[in-house]
T-cell receptor, first 113, second 112 residues
């Protein structure tokens, strides 16, 4: 079946611009997660959705970062006024209800010039 | 101190070798333990999943969890060049508590 999909696969933007990253989870997966992976680093948790609500936003690094999920499906991560330190691969994952195994998408590689 | 520690390597072994990868952690609340494999410029792919202490085997892969020592391992037998990737350990406190906690990943190269 279809896995987690993310778009765009690559995004190059200028410092100060806003960007939107999209995640389409596996159908039927109620939980959705955003992580960030910087060069040589492990995955850094950003935010977790259960349905359309976000019980854990503790990983968002600043108020420039926000995310929403609509219809219990697609999620959008928005970064406002991008900075060079925002350059990373942004990964989305989803999981079935009450299951810990998370399935990842291919990621969006963000480069801020 | 990070909650999950993993030696980043790199690790380079000949084809057919037994590979041992490991992670240590500090939070005794972790109950679920996973290993992910990540090829270059791809998303992580779930490889092994274990609950609490014990061993789990799947083909050439064996995952071990020792909760008393807060130590988990992944063994790869008869390693192949196609096993060349970054291996990430991950763990969580439970299914209702969301996020995974990851190690930095170990970069493995298996040369023919």
């Amino acid at each position: 079946g279809a896995g987690v999909s993310q778009s765009p696969s690559n995004k190059v933007t200028e410092k100060g611009k806003d960007v939107e990253l999209r995640c389409d989870p596996i159908s039927g997966h109620t939980a959705l997660y955003w992580y960030r992976q910087s060069l040589g680093q492990g995955l850094e948790f950003l935010i977790y959705f259960q349905g359309n609500s976000a019980p854990d936003k503790s990983g968002l690094p600043s108020d420039r970062f926000s995310a929403e999920r609509t219809g219990g499906s697609v999620s959008t991560l928005t970064i406002q006024r991008t900075q060079q330190e925002d350059s990373a691969v942004y990964l989305c994952a989803s999981s079935e209800p009450l299951r810990d195994t998370q399935y990842f998408g291919p990621g969006t590689r963000l480069t801020v010039l | 101190q990070k909650e999950v520690e993993q030696d980043p390597g790199p690790l380079s072994v000949p084809e057919g070798a037994i590979v041992s990868l490991n992670c240590t952690y500090s939070n005794s609340a972790f109950q679920y333990f996973m290993w992910y494999r990540q090829y270059s410029r791809k998303g992580p792919e779930l490889l092994m999943y274990t609950y609490s202490s014990g061993n789990k085997e799947d083909g050439r892969f064996t995952a071990q969890v020792d909760k008393s020592s807060k130590y988990i391992s992944l063994f790869i037998r008869d390693s192949q060049p196609s096993d060349s990737a970054t291996y990430l350990c991950a763990m969580s406190r439970g299914s209702t508590l969301g996020r995974l906690y990851f190690g930095r990943g170990t970069q493995l190269t298996v040369w023919p």
